[in-house]
């Protein structure tokens, strides 16, 4: 619990097995009100450890998997989390085999090149649907003017904007999109 009447949950972003974190959030449900609360963690959070070392706190997920981040988390805020959700970029590439997207104004220009010299970010600033592939560029982009907090302000709007787009479809169909495009054998409650 978290408070009263409150249930706190992470989800994390991964590329593939045996990575980092991309994306940690913690997510708080007032029963109460219900509202929901989202803080994110910054991933480069330095954590400590028994032996005096220090790791970040994306890494803890290569060490050990989102048990590993539930725990550091748990004892970084003095909180439990009862349920987690680990999301990967496949769920979010999913986002595009629906016609809907995400409809989002991209504050600026955004591009990268991976190790091979390939583009594998690039978006163009203002008012699009950003599909599956685009919404993960969107949440993984770091620049050197932002970056950390930069990156997770952009997190957080994308994760309103899609939100927001849920609430106008019935509910059946946002169980049909959960049920059959997100791995959901990574979701522990």
Partial sequence: EIGSGLVGSEMCIRDRENTDADLILLVAWNEV???V???????????????GKSVLLNKTYL???????????????????DKYAVFNTSDFENLGTTEKGVNLYVEKDMS?????????INIRKGYQKLDGDQALGYL??????DGEIGRLQRQERLIKA??????????LYNWVEARYHWDL?????
């Fill in 63 to 81: 060490e050990g998997g989102a048990e590993e981040t539930k725990s550091a988390i748990e004892n970084l805020l003095h909180i439990r989390i």
């Fill in 140 to 145: 993984r982009f770091i620049d050197a003017q």
């Fill in 112 to 120: 990268h090149f991976d190790k091979d010299g390939q583009p594998d």
């Fill in 37 to 51: 609360s989202f803080i994110s963690i910054p991933p480069n959070t330095q954590i400590g450890r028994p032996e």
């Fill in 33 to 35: 009100n219900k509202k």
């Fill in 185 to 189: 054998s990574l979701i522990h409650i």
């Fill in 162 to 171: 899609y939100i927001a787009s849920l609430q106008n479809n019935p509910s």
